[in-house]
């Protein structure tokens, strides 16, 4: 395609997915728009090629006059603005609002209802378009580009009741083995905001809970070690599990490892008999699971955590909030190498179809709940 020119007009744009052929504009728009922190040939061919990216061209007989860069959160119903850019020939015509409403359906499409960006703190003119284009600041994140300016956080609600954040304040777990207690560390909080929320605490949980072993490393918790530590600090638990048997058993190869880890949820199991820990074998779907949620209860639920970061493992997230469509979670693992903060950890909006996809785990499909609620 030809470049774009100064005296074309914007009237004939069409906004369509991009394909391999655009490759030269999409980088002739990006050189033009940016002067660092730029999208290179080979990410571009990368995005183009991605199950969870969605590249849009604005474009007329003249060529390419912008594009915007979808990334869509692996498990979740959110969505991240990744790039949008204007040829600066076609800029001051609308071409941005129009292509950000391109960018808003198409990920409404793929279900996802939340849509983040980060814009650079300086740029005035992105600034205004998104405000006017109704969405909020949640954060500002220090010398996250190339020549140290910081980006702002934002974030719009596609569609549907608004979601509002739930009630559980949000907390990354501080290791790779704490999920669990980082999640019962959150519901503690959210009944009484006075409990610390420190890396000793979420240790503390983790040794009244740790299952002693796990395929490797470290050892996860269980339901019932969860559970019972929640009722020592002033809550009630019921856990729903099923089949409701030791967890983790077949990633552990050692017979002795296998032995020490069935003994040690045997303990927990006789324990939470005697705290009173409610039991059943039916753990809940996502729109039961969502009825509870609207009653009061918090959940720690066990997921896959392939469908969360592409990681075979078992992962706890916290459920504290719904609407009549999706469960409201809070992931407490964050992917520091993707740079990223509670803004994209916290108050994901879960499609109830994927909740209960990914609220399952191993191979005997193991489905696992605590539902947590303040003793009466």
């Given at each position: 395609?030809?470049?774009?020119?100064?005296?074309?007009?914007?009237?004939?744009?069409?906004?369509?997915?991009?394909?391999?052929?655009?490759?030269?504009?999409?980088?002739?728009?990006?050189?033009?728009?940016?002067?660092?922190?730029?999208?290179?040939?080979?990410?571009?061919?990368?995005?183009?090629?991605?199950?969870?990216?969605?590249?849009?061209?604005?474009?007329?007989?003249?060529?390419?006059?912008?594009?915007?860069?979808?990334?869509?959160?692996?498990?979740?119903?959110?969505?991240?603005?990744?790039?949008?850019?204007?040829?600066?020939?076609?800029?001051?015509?609308?071409?941005?609002?129009?292509?950000?409403?391109?960018?808003?359906?198409?990920?409404?499409?793929?279900?996802?209802?939340?849509?983040?960006?980060?814009?650079?703190?300086?740029?005035?003119?992105?600034?205004?378009?998104?405000?006017?284009?109704?969405?909020?600041?949640?954060?500002?994140?220090?010398?996250?580009?190339?020549?140290?300016?910081?980006?702002?956080?934002?974030?719009?609600?596609?569609?549907?009741?608004?979601?509002?954040?739930?009630?559980?304040?949000?907390?990354?777990?501080?290791?790779?083995?704490?999920?669990?207690?980082?999640?019962?560390?959150?519901?503690?909080?959210?009944?009484?905001?006075?409990?610390?929320?420190?890396?000793?605490?979420?240790?503390?949980?983790?040794?009244?809970?740790?299952?002693?072993?796990?395929?490797?490393?470290?050892?996860?918790?269980?339901p019932f070690g969860l559970a019972n530590a929640l009722v020592r600090r002033a809550l009630s638990a019921e856990v729903r599990l099923f089949p409701d048997e030791?967890?983790?058993?077949?990633?552990?190869?050692?017979?002795?490892?296998?032995?020490?880890?069935?003994?040690?949820?045997?303990?927990?199991?006789?324990?939470?008999?005697?705290?009173?820990?409610?039991?059943?074998?039916?753990?809940?779907?996502?729109?039961?699971?969502?009825?509870?949620?609207?009653?009061?209860?918090?959940?720690?639920?066990?997921?896959?955590?392939?469908?969360?970061?592409?990681?075979k493992v078992p992962h706890w997230i916290l459920v504290h909030g719904a609407d009549d469509r999706h469960l409201i979670i809070h992931d407490p693992w964050l992917?520091?190498?993707?740079?990223?903060?509670?803004?994209?950890?916290?108050?994901?909006?879960?499609?109830?179809?994927?909740?209960?996809?990914?609220?399952?785990?191993?191979?005997?499909?193991?489905?696992?709940?605590?539902?947590?609620?303040?003793?009466?």
């Amino acid at each position: 395609m030809n470049k774009a020119s100064p005296q074309a007009g914007t009237g004939d744009i069409q906004i369509r997915i991009a394909q391999s052929g655009d490759l030269a504009d999409l980088l002739r728009v990006e050189t033009g728009s940016f002067p660092g922190d730029r999208i290179s040939r080979r990410s571009f061919k990368r995005f183009l090629a991605s199950q969870r990216a969605r590249l849009l061209v604005a474009s007329d007989r003249e060529g390419i006059r912008g594009y915007g860069l979808l990334l869509l959160r692996q498990g979740t119903a959110l969505a991240r603005l990744y790039s949008l850019a204007i040829d600066p020939a076609a800029r001051g015509q609308g071409l941005g609002v129009r292509l950000l409403k391109a960018l808003e359906d198409k990920a409404f499409e793929d279900d996802r209802i939340v849509l983040r960006l980060e814009v650079r703190a300086d740029n005035d003119a992105a600034l205004a378009l998104y405000r006017k284009s109704g969405y909020r600041d949640i954060g500002r994140i220090g010398d996250y580009y190339e020549d140290g300016c910081s980006a702002v956080r934002m974030e719009k609600l596609l569609h549907g009741p608004d979601l509002g954040k739930g009630r559980a304040p949000y907390y990354s777990q501080t290791t790779d083995f704490t999920c669990g207690p980082a999640c019962a560390l959150m519901a503690v909080r959210h009944f009484d905001a006075a409990f610390p929320a420190a890396p000793l605490e979420e240790l503390t949980l983790w040794r009244e809970a740790t299952t002693i072993y796990l395929a490797s490393g470290h050892g996860g918790c269980g339901p019932f070690g969860l559970a019972n530590a929640l009722v020592r600090r002033a809550l009630s638990a019921e856990v729903r599990l099923f089949p409701d048997e030791p967890l983790f058993l077949t990633s552990v190869r050692d017979p002795e490892k296998r032995k020490i880890l069935t003994m040690v949820q045997e303990g927990y199991r006789a324990e939470a008999e005697n705290l009173g820990v409610l039991r059943s074998d039916q753990p809940l779907d996502a729109e039961a699971l969502a009825r509870q949620i609207a009653d009061g209860a918090l959940a720690i639920v066990l997921i896959s955590g392939y469908r969360m970061f592409g990681q075979k493992v078992p992962h706890w997230i916290l459920v504290h909030g719904a609407d009549d469509r999706h469960l409201i979670i809070h992931d407490p693992w964050l992917a520091h190498e993707r740079h990223e903060s509670s803004a994209d950890a916290a108050n994901l909006p879960i499609p109830f179809a994927e909740f209960d996809r990914m609220a399952r785990w191993g191979r005997s499909q193991v489905r696992a709940q605590i539902l947590i609620r303040k003793v009466s």
